[in-house]
């Protein structure tokens, strides 16, 4: 009989996650990742998609970026919005946003909404939730418009209209008063900016302003800042410091070259 | 500890450091002193704006024990004196506690017959010194109060929760209504207290509870409504929402999937 | 959550008599400052109210800076419910002594009145970041920084609360004039601070998501006290 001791397993190996735990019990504590307290939203309308971020991404209680981008470029007909750790968004959909590339170099067709969603969910759920991407994923393909969101463990939902992040509630109140089926173009976008600014103000995780993607068929357009909600308060004062405030204790000049009287080079 | 009002009753078997699940075997029974850490029947989100004519409250009638949807007819809503009403989430025998104290305060202040009555601010007052003061035994009164009144064409929107935190605003929500509610009560209410009629102050309210039954579990789409105005307190008495799911009937799945 | 605790306590849930893992505290948090003057004193805080756990704001308009009936000025952080009960604890004082010695107390007494409230609760602390502003005996402006069981120091300027990490650098900076070589210490007229007061609020609500909503300033000169509002963002 063969042994079976030395074959090799198949799929993603823990064992680190557990050394880590372990690790953690004895107070050495891994590095807080950035988090993006977030409002991210999507609705479908007419004949597209509309989605939408705000901008601010937070470490604890500290701002860490007043102005970052939280619509992933996935295809050119497809986007994504990403909540939670900012290093997974940002890797997982990079990483989708190229295996879509190379198949459609491949196949020499448009990328579908459902490869995209497939791809992300798969990855999610080989890391069992401990990529901790949450997104709102849009786009429009040969099926027409299509909005899904996927959770951190790799499950997936699909609904005319989507939030997530720590201002996903905020959002929600929004479209759930005021979404209507069917909307235009120009009212999606106003609806999504609505919701946006409602995790703005009323979610501490999210702020600053509110970016915005439309997808409609053979058309995405990617508005950054589309709306600035609160202007910057501008300063009182000035504070910038008078020549001479830094105090000079001693001043000692030296020559890097030494400059010899002679001819005059001969440039002819 | 999980001292949100919205979570007070959402059970975790994987971490629950209060063993707040009534149906777990392992309870401690004939502890009394334990009685308030280990909330059974709750009520969720209590709902408060201020409009032209006074002050307006909303909760539903769901009273939970664990998941289980056990009491649907639980009135959250209580008057306290002629011009103060009181709305309450959390526990709902430490509310039923809370009552009972306010009445005997009230009969006092009437015992003494000097012509003072207590005022909205006055209940408050004591109201979250009595919370506060809970708090500090570690004993605490396992709610979140809402408390609106109207005394003296002065309009009275205050909060008050188990650690003895409070506030006052134009808009006051309790447990998931802080976070579903309140945007759109701010949107709709904050700078408008003086032109809002009670008309637009009641589709407000039924538009957030509305929500509210759609998205948080422990909320029921029957609801009551309290308004305090110059005539005194008028509670409603309970009534159902109208919900609308066709938005649904074209989806299929939850992803991929086409039929 | 235990890092919630400001200092090192023998109370724990664990230890309580009634063996409850109720947690008693939460952090509303918010900033609040203090800058003192040759003879005014300004003391600020923000007026936003969250909820401590989450990212909720209760309340964009709650004061935690509070007038005291002898002319200062005390502002606290932390947790509300605390901070709240300190100020009517410290005001009833106020009132016994004024009707003890007919006179109102002085700010550098009242510091001391403070300490020993907080420390009082040494081993179940006031979870307030408290800061006292006021006039001197001799009417020089005044700030007294405390921890939260009763440790305190008069200072030029200070910054407590959620934003003060951000705030005392720049005040540091700006009013005790740090530099390698020694204080170099410029005077200051009331504009200057109030400019600097406002500005320092303005950038920690840039960076700070508990503070926001508003700003109000405590003027205190040998005229009183006045209050002024301002606006601070709000997201």
Not at chain 1, 223 to 236: A, D, F, L
Not at chain 2, 189 to 196: A, F, Q, T
Not at chain 3, 122 to 136: I, Q, T
Not at chain 3, 165 to 171: A, D, E, G, N
Request: glycine share 10%; charged share 20%; with cysteine.
């Amino acid at each position: 009989m063969v042994s079976r001791v030395d074959v090799p397993k198949g799929g993603f190996n823990f064992d680190n996650y557990q050394r880590n735990l372990i690790l953690q019990e004895k107070g050495f504590s891994l590095p807080k990742p950035t988090k993006t307290g977030t409002t991210i939203v999507g609705t479908k309308f007419k004949n597209g998609v509309v989605l939408g971020a705000d901008t601010r991404a937070t470490g604890d209680t500290t701002v860490m970026d007043k102005n970052c981008f939280k619509i992933h470029y996935l295809a050119p007909n497809i986007y994504g919005c990403g909540a939670g750790t900012a290093a997974d968004t940002d890797k997982i959909t990079k990483m989708v946003a190229s295996q879509l590339e190379l198949h459609r170099l491949a196949t020499g067709r448009e990328s579908r909404v459902a490869t995209a969603l497939t791809a992300l969910t798969q990855f999610l759920f080989r890391y069992q939730g401990h990529l901790g991407a949450a997104l709102v994923l849009g786009g429009v393909d040969v099926d027409g418009p299509h909005l899904f969101s996927v959770s951190p463990h790799g499950s997936t939902d699909k609904l005319p209209y989507l939030c997530q992040g720590s201002g996903s509630l905020a959002a929600i109140s929004i479209f759930e008063s005021q979404w209507r089926e069917n909307m235009e173009r120009d009212e999606a976008i106003e609806l999504v900016k609505e919701a946006i600014k409602a995790g703005i103000f009323n979610d501490m995780g999210s702020g600053s302003s509110v970016d915005v993607a439309v997808i409609e068929k053979g058309r995405a357009e990617v508005c950054r800042g589309m709306e600035v909600p609160y202007p910057t308060i501008q300063k009182v004062d000035s504070y910038k410091f008078k020549p001479g405030t830094t105090a000079i204790l001693s001043e000692s000049f030296r020559n890097f070259v030494t400059i010899t009287e002679g001819d005059a080079m001969d440039i002819s | 500890m999980d001292r949100f009002s919205g979570n007070f009753d959402r059970f975790s078997d994987l971490f629950n450091p209060y063993d707040s699940n009534p149906t777990n075997a392992n309870h401690a029974i004939g502890d009394f002193t334990k009685c308030t850490r280990k909330p059974l029947v709750m009520g969720s989100t209590v709902l408060g704006l201020e409009y032209q004519d006074g002050v307006m409250i909303a909760a539903d009638t769901l009273g939970s024990w664990g998941q289980l949807a056990r009491y649907r007819n639980e009135s959250r809503i209580y008057p306290v004196g002629n011009f103060t009403v009181l709305g309450a989430a959390g526990d709902m025998s430490d509310f039923q506690h809370t009552k009972h104290m306010l009445d005997s305060l009230m009969i006092k202040e009437y015992y003494t017959n000097d012509d003072h009555v207590l005022s909205t601010p006055h209940i408050y007052e004591y109201l979250s010194r009595v919370l506060y003061h809970r708090r500090s035994k570690l004993d605490p009164l396992w709610n979140t109060y809402v408390v609106g009144g109207y005394n003296n064409g002065e309009r009275f929107l205050g909060y008050v929760d188990l650690l003895g935190t409070t506030y006052q605003s134009s808009i006051v929500a309790t447990g998931l209504g802080a976070y579903f509610a309140q945007p759109i009560l701010r949107n709709a209410v904050e700078g408008r207290e003086g032109i809002l009629t009670e008309a637009e102050a009641i589709e407000i309210l039924n538009t957030c509870m509305k929500i509210l039954f759609y998205r948080e579990c422990k909320t029921l789409n029957r609801i009551q409504r309290a308004k305090v105005t110059a005539d005194g307190v008028e509670i409603s008495e309970p009534y159902a929402l109208p919900t609308e799911w066709s938005f649904g009937e074209g989806i299929r799945g939850f992803g991929t999937q086409t039929q | 959550m235990d890092s919630f605790l400001p200092v090192q306590v023998s109370w724990t849930p664990q230890t309580a008599a009634s063996g409850s893992d109720f947690y008693p505290y939460t952090n509303n948090a918010g900033t609040v400052a203090g800058i003192s003057g040759g003879d005014f004193c300004v003391m600020a805080a923000d007026t936003r109210q969250s909820f401590g756990v989450g990212y909720l704001i209760n309340t964009r308009y709650q004061p935690k800076m509070f007038k005291l009936s002898n002319g200062s000025v005390l502002g606290t952080s932390g947790f509300y419910a605390d901070g709240l009960t300190l100020i009517k604890r410290i005001n009833q004082r106020l009132e016994w002594y004024k009707h003890a010695h007919d006179k109102e107390m002085s700010t550098p007494a009242l510091a001391q009145l403070l300490s020993i409230t907080l420390y009082s609760k040494r081993f179940f602390p006031y979870y307030a970041r408290v800061l006292l502003g006021g006039l001197d005996l001799e009417g020089h402006g005044v700030v007294y920084g405390y921890d939260s069981i009763g440790s305190y120091e008069p200072c030029l300027a200070r910054a407590t609360g959620s934003g003060g990490s951000l705030i005392q650098p720049f005040l540091d900076n700006q009013i005790y004039r740090k530099t390698p070589l020694g204080i170099l210490q410029a005077p200051h007229t009331l504009d200057q601070v109030k400019a600097v007061m406002r500005d320092s609020f303005t950038s920690a609500t840039e960076r700070d998501i508990q503070t926001g909503d508003y700003l109000e300033l405590f003027i205190i000169t040998a005229q009183g006290v006045d209050v002024e509002k301002y606006d601070l963002r709000k997201d």
